[in-house]
């Protein structure tokens, strides 16, 4: 990513703002005497069939106040994964993120075909950024060289999703997004309100069940090859020796469950906030004396406070997740 571009100073205000933050839409609907089912039927729209502007007074408030998408996209690569494939996402005041569309292949035998694999359906995981650059610093990660720059609205989070469904046909994939997860540039929970406004929008917009949502925290990691293994799948272990190219910001594209270490008082929040919504955790090390050693910031972030944590959040997950990563 660019490092040269300018830091922006004090909150951004988008104008237009997106049509897809969906709790935006409400509050300007129900300032303006909107009826609450026709702004998010709008709102929908814009996701599922697109809005021509001819769809009503309720829509054409809204697109005087809002736009559609406000981000548009830069460029768009391939990555050596199947059909996977990153783009570069341009905000309304031109600072550029990063989105990574992970695409998973279904391959079916047929009698018809002879019994030979053919390919039957798929499905897409958006890897979104939450934030331009990020504060944490972590060595191995191009954007934590560049500083904190800006936070994302809820409705850049989710256009990056919007994106991905609109450029997947250019690389000969025609399925929608099934699974988001929060681990492109940046620190989710240090944006935590916009990613809250973010995961809302993609469970009514979107429809996406809890369970098809991740967020990752990140504090701070030592090496870019790192191997991990999920509590519900604790066969799978993965080692990263992959191409930066092919890489979300604080991942391998590959890794549904990021290995990732995050912030206690959040993880309690978030699942009264986000309640069956994944979260990705990493502990670097099973005791306390060799997590200091190796991330810093674990003299603060004790193995008891985040065990204590994982036990109010995890017991309202519906997919719980506990990675692990050993250096």
Same mark, same amino acid.
């Given at each position: 990513?660019? /490092? ?9 205000? *988008? $104008? ?74 341009? *905000? ?27 390919? &039957? ?20 990660? /191009? ?6 720059? /800006? ?72 090496? *870019? ?13 993965? $080692? ?41 955790? &990493? ?45």
């Amino acid at each position: 990513m660019p /490092a040269d571009l300018p830091v922006p100073s004090g909150r951004r205000t *988008l $104008s237009p703002d997106s049509l897809l933050d969906l709790d935006a839409v409400r509050a300007y609907a129900a300032a303006a005497g909107l009826r609450d089912a026709d702004a998010k039927s709008v709102s929908r729209a814009a996701v599922v069939d697109g809005v021509s502007g001819g769809g009503g007074s309720c829509e054409e408030a809204l697109l005087s106040r809002f736009a559609v998408t406000t981000s548009t996209v830069h460029s768009a690569h391939p990555t050596t994964a199947q059909r996977g494939f990153k783009l570069v996402v341009k *905000l309304q005041d031109g600072q550029l993120v990063e989105t990574v569309a992970i695409v998973h292949e279904a391959l079916t035998s047929s009698a018809a075909a002879g019994g030979l694999p053919r390919r &039957s359906h798929g499905r897409i995981t958006v890897c979104v950024s939450s934030q331009v650059g990020c504060k944490m610093g972590c060595t191995f990660c /191009a954007t934590g060289t560049m500083g904190l720059r /800006a936070n994302l609205t809820a409705g850049e989070i989710v256009e990056q999703v919007w994106h991905v469904e609109r450029t997947a046909p250019a690389f000969g994939v025609h399925w929608r997004v099934s699974n988001v997860v929060f681990m492109g540039m940046g620190e989710p929970l240090n944006n935590y309100k916009p990613v809250m406004g973010a995961v809302r929008s993609l469970r009514e917009l979107w429809r996406l069940a809890p369970s098809r949502i991740t967020i990752s925290t990140v504090w701070r990691r030592q090496r *870019l090859t790192h191997t991990h293994s999920s509590a519900r799948t604790a066969s799978s272990v993965y $080692s990263s020796p992959m191409p930066l190219s092919d890489r979300c910001c604080c991942c391998a594209t590959v890794c549904a469950a990021a290995v990732q270490v995050g912030v206690v008082n959040r993880i309690k929040t978030l699942a009264a906030d986000a309640p069956g919504v994944s979260l990705a955790l &990493s502990l670097h090390a099973a005791t306390q004396e060799t997590r200091v050693k190796l991330v810093p910031s674990a003299t603060a972030y004790t193995l008891t406070k985040l065990m204590n944590s994982l036990d109010s959040g995890l017991s309202h997950s519906a997919r719980p997740t506990l990675s692990t990563q050993s250096h």
